[in-house]
């Protein structure tokens, strides 16, 4: 996903036009839906173990389809087989891996998870800079990385299997509404996470930045990313879940404020700024990870995960079309100005309504 968003943006960029090229990229969110709706018969026909391996079969052949193709429309149906890939795949790996975590160690577990998810959005950009002129080599390195992923699902097939329980789409709206708040959280970050993808760089530009330093502030937001997540998951272990949750929204507005005042920051105190703002933000899908692993069970588990993905392919499509307009409305200003009310509103939201279950008093539960 680090590798094909970027990439497949610049191969179209002289193709088609910008917003044709925006609709490209809606594609793989597309594909994420289609899985979503997928997973449950295939996991009572396949077992969910089969059902992720599948997902993976798709994902290489997507990757390997992608470099060879350059056409709008075969690039496109290529990125909905992409989507549908990598969702069968995560639906299957989230769930299996909040049915196994012990509830006292889960945050932590779903922090190294989250970690290892963004480094790949950080690899995927770099991989690019060093090899630009080699797209379909760069295609054909990921397919080959994403076989790889077979080996460990063939490992644990029937374990996984077991753990999952394959839910019915029918009951993705009754998990958001049992936890609206956990849900906007992830929406929340799914969002901004989307926006720094796809448009950070050239919000950076608005701020006077050159070239390379917009894009360098760009990989540092995603650098905190991968710092930040065990160390959310060791806090929503130890401090518990509400003060995580409401630190990480905390945190992420006081990081948006200073950037809302316009030009005036030089680059190493911006480049602070967003290394903290990326950790916090994306804190809190790791902390929706660890409540839904909390709040959910059995076959209502496979649905709140289907769900988690419905609400990042959403956040995905919506984010950096309502970012695209206020940056022409407004300029970063606004951009950032927006985040920050999202942030307050959620902060406030939290305070006041959210309780969510805490590792201890579930333990005594278990008891």
Not at 122 to 127: E, R
Not at 143 to 163: G, N, Q, T, Y
């Amino acid at each position: 996903m680090g590798t094909t968003y970027p990439l497949l943006g610049l191969l179209l960029s002289d193709r088609v036009s910008g917003a044709l090229n925006g609709l490209n990229t809606a594609a793989t969110g597309l594909g994420l839906m289609t899985g979503v709706v997928l997973v449950p018969g295939l996991a009572r026909r396949l077992g969910a173990g089969r059902t992720a391996m599948a997902g993976v079969g798709l994902l290489a052949v997507a990757l390997v389809a992608l470099a060879f193709l350059r056409d709008f429309w075969p690039v496109f149906a290529a990125r909905v087989i992409l989507g549908c890939g990598a969702g069968l795949m995560f639906i299957v790996a989230e769930t299996a891996l909040n049915a196994a975590a012990a509830p006292e160690r889960r945050g932590q577990i779903m922090g190294v998870y989250t970690a290892a998810n963004a480094l790949g959005f950080v690899l995927g950009p770099a991989m690019i800079a060093l090899m630009p002129d080699r797209p379909a080599a760069l295609l054909l390195g990921c397919a080959a990385i994403a076989l790889m992923a077979l080996i460990p699902f063939a490992a644990v097939e029937r374990p996984v299997s077991r753990l999952v329980a394959p839910g019915s789409a029918r009951h993705i709206v009754s998990a958001i509404t049992a936890f609206p708040l956990a849900f906007g959280f992830l929406f929340i970050a799914s969002m901004i996470d989307a926006i720094a993808i796809s448009l950070m760089p050239v919000i950076m530009l608005d701020r006077d930045f050159d070239v390379s330093q917009a894009v360098l502030l760009a990989a540092v937001f995603h650098v905190g990313l991968v710092i930040g997540q065990p160390l959310i998951g060791l806090a929503l272990d130890k401090a518990g879940r509400r003060r995580t949750v409401l630190g990480c929204c905390g945190l992420s507005l006081a990081c948006t404020l200073p950037l809302v005042s316009g030009p005036g920051m030089g680059f190493w105190p911006v480049a602070g700024v967003m290394l903290v703002w990326g950790g916090a933000n994306y804190g809190l899908y790791t902390a929706g990870l660890a409540l839904i692993g909390d709040r959910f069970r059995a076959e209502m588990l496979t649905a709140a995960t289907a769900a988690l993905a419905s609400v990042y392919a959403l956040a995905a499509v919506i984010g950096p079309v309502v970012a695209g307009g206020m940056m022409n409305a407004l300029g970063a200003k606004g951009f950032f100005g927006a985040a920050a009310v999202v942030y307050l509103t959620a902060l406030c939201g939290g305070l006041w309504l959210f309780r969510p279950v805490e590792p201890e008093w579930q333990k005594h539960q278990i008891r």
